[in-house]
């Protein structure tokens, strides 16, 4: 559903200023780009767009969440990228004029900023320093890429979940006072299982071994990271 009004472009505006990859850039460039924006809200398990269809919009996550998968045949479905507030979806596809790579699923309800992909590549032609802050978003994905497949490939479940939940907890944990611990809300048996690769009954089977060692303590789904394994993933 459409959403207009001043107090809209307002968000918009707020949301693309507070960008990283945009700092430095000029006010009245940033407010342009906000004019180009419509916004929109969409619910949980909505469809932004397919693995193989073509570019059509990029998307600004303004609240809630958005999963990048890959499907097989069989409907298996392995999780990519999780997209917070603050993030975009679709640029891959737009600047190479590709295919899009993945499926982008909306993973809860949310609020989208969307930009017809002519108008912001167009005003992308004119930012030199965007573009160079973009080569360097996309660098750092394609090392979490390449650190994925390594896990994939090298290590089995129970290590493949345990870096999916620290992943977690560094993106979304919050420090405790004393600042040896980070805690975190995990997701679900099942989510965890696409993210791995796995299936939920293993994931279950494995995230109690994991409970039970010395690495990690939950409280239900409140999980608090111990220091030896952040030392773990410094590693």
């Known amino acids: 559903m459409a ?23 000029d006010d009245d460039a940033l407010d342009e780009l906000a004019s180009l924006a419509r916004c929109h809200d969409y619910p949980k398990n909505n469809i932004l767009f397919y693995q193989g269809d073509p570019p059509g919009s990029i998307y600004l996550v303004m609240s809630g969440r958005v999963k990048c998968t890959l499907m097989n045949e069989e409907g298996r479905e392995v999780v990519l990228n999780v997209v917070r507030p ?18 982008a699923i909306t993973a809860q309800a ?4 969307t930009f017809r992909v002519d108008d912001f590549v167009s005003w992308l032609s004119h930012q030199k320093m965007v573009q160079k ?3 360097a978003e996309f660098g750092r994905r394609i ?20 870096m999916a939940l620290l992943d977690i907890a560094e993106r979304e944990g919050e420090l405790e006072p004393e600042g040896a611990t980070i805690v975190f809300t995990r997701p679900t048996h099942q989510e965890l299982a696409n993210r791995i690769g796995s299936s939920r009954e293993v994931v279950s089977r494995m995230l109690k ?25 410094e590693e």
């Open 133 to 135: 802050v973009m080569m």
């Open 86 to 103: 603050g993030g975009i979806l679709g640029l891959i596809a737009a600047l190479d004029d590709g295919p899009q790579p993945a499926n």
């Open 209 to 233: 071994d994991l409970l039970d060692s010395d690495l990690l303590q939950a409280e239900g789904r409140v999980i608090r990271v111990s220091e030896a394994a952040l030392v773990l993933r």
């Open 110 to 113: 949310s609020r989208l900023a």
């Open 3 to 25: 959403i207009n009004g001043k107090n809209t472009l307002e968000d918009v505006r707020t949301a693309i200023h507070e960008l990283s990859m945009f700092n430095g850039v």
């Open 143 to 162: 090392r979490d890429a390449y650190q994925k497949i390594g896990e994939h490939a090298l290590m089995g479940v129970k290590e493949r979940l345990l």
